[in-house]
T-cell receptor, first 110, second 116 residues
């Protein structure tokens, strides 16, 4: 089983839709859960992170972590064409490194 | 807004040549990292560096790779004898605290390495 699994998509939704992105993981040591946005041939940009289980909201973005299910989600409300990018989940805990998911390619259609 | 800067943005080299990729981490950060991303694949961890020492490295980071903080601002990745399979985007990253205890790890824009 892969340490972090993420559906690579692609995912295409109309502007204004609610987007749901998610990852599953197998390593119980993970404590920090991050979401990065990556535009083509650019570096990952940190959107938000959550420590342990729970929800965190930042503007149109909400991150959720369910450690009992080893499942994390990112919701984007009122999606905009500028949200079109690849979204990477990443996790850390127990080692000095992040483990990334494959990334989900998202397109928001005007 | 403080950012991690990397040079060069793109380097083309011949197989067997040495390459040095340079990074300037965010100024008050103490932990430095290199990651790489082969086209179409996951971002993969290479090495973490703290207090002038490697603190952790992956299986990818073999004897062909080395890192150095030659002065108070730069952090470099050297590939001694490049192979075709070293072609990738190399990302430098930095954090103020140990990544085991924070979610705030910031990446540079990357250096694209093409080995011919």
């Amino acid at each position: 089983q892969k340490e972090v699994e993420q559906d690579p998509g692609p995912l295409s939704v109309p502007e204004g839709a609610i987007v749901s992105l998610n990852c599953t993981y197998s390593n119980s040591a993970f404590q920090y859960f991050m979401w990065y946005r990556q535009y083509s041939r650019k570096g990952p940009e940190l959107l938000m992170y959550t420590y342990s289980s729970g929800n965190k909201e930042d503007g149109r973005f909400t991150a959720q972590v369910d450690k009992s299910s080893k499942y994390i989600s990112l919701f984007i409300r009122d999606s905009q064409p500028s949200d079109s990018a690849t979204y990477l989940c990443a996790m850390s805990g127990g080692a000095q490194k992040l483990v990334f998911g494959q990334g989900t390619r998202l397109t928001i259609n005007p | 807004e403080p950012e991690v800067t990397q040079t060069p943005s793109h380097q083309v080299t011949q197989m067997g040549q040495e390459v040095i990729l340079r990074c300037v981490p965010i100024s008050n950060h103490l932990y430095f990292y290199w990651y790489r991303q082969i086209l179409g694949q996951k971002v993969e961890f290479l090495v973490s560096f703290y207090n002038n020492e490697i603190s952790e490295k992956s299986e990818i980071f073999d004897d062909q790779f080395s890192v150095e903080r030659p002065d108070g601002s730069n952090f470099t990745l050297k590939i001694r004898s490049t192979k075709l399979e070293d072609s990738a985007m190399y990302f430098c990253a930095s954090s103020e605290r140990d990544i085991r205890f924070t979610g705030e790890l910031f990446f540079g824009e990357g250096s694209r390495l093409t080995v011919l």
